[in-house]
């Protein structure tokens, strides 16, 4: 296994244990956004200081230079990631969340491998990123996610 490969069954692991705390936030009282506000805030700022620490008190500003409306969007995306997962935690259990979010990400992954927009070498055939085997995992793991759905039955 690679070191990114760790990482990411280390950081799927760690969005359970996230969203545990943030559904015992919820608990509390403060609601589905309090959380998700203490979340954002508590990552900020801890970027904002690692940030500052490598490249000095002026990277606020050179970052505001080099600004552009579009920077917005992954922050707004990751707010969404966080928010269905807390909300489907919630309603459903942490075992559908994670099927259905792996499985939005594998379609999401395998169509942006495909064209090209990850750094993979794009396209479908076996000769691109995408070969016979690639194929048969998606496959592997979009039937788990719905053997899982159909396993808890009507909510």
Do not use: H
């Amino acid at each position: 296994m690679t070191g990114a490969a760790l990482l990411c069954l280390v950081a799927g692991a760690a969005l359970v244990i996230q969203n545990a705390v943030m559904g015992a936030i919820v608990a509390r009282g403060t609601g589905l956004t309090g959380a998700l506000l203490c979340n954002s805030l508590v990552g900020l700022s801890l970027l904002g200081l690692v940030e500052v620490w490598r490249s000095g008190p002026a990277f606020p500003l050179r970052l505001a230079e080099r600004a552009e409306p579009w920077f917005l969007v992954p922050g707004l995306l990751g707010t969404l990631v966080v928010a269905a997962s807390l909300y489907g935690y919630r309603q459903q259990g942490a075992t559908v969340t994670v099927a259905m979010v792996v499985a939005g990400q594998l379609a999401a992954g395998i169509a942006g491998d495909a064209m090209g927009l990850t750094g993979r070498k794009g396209g479908l055939g076996p000769d691109g990123s995408l070969g016979l085997q690639t194929w048969i995992g998606a496959a592997l793991l979009l039937a788990g996610a719905v053997l899982i759905l159909r396993g808890r039955g009507p909510a």
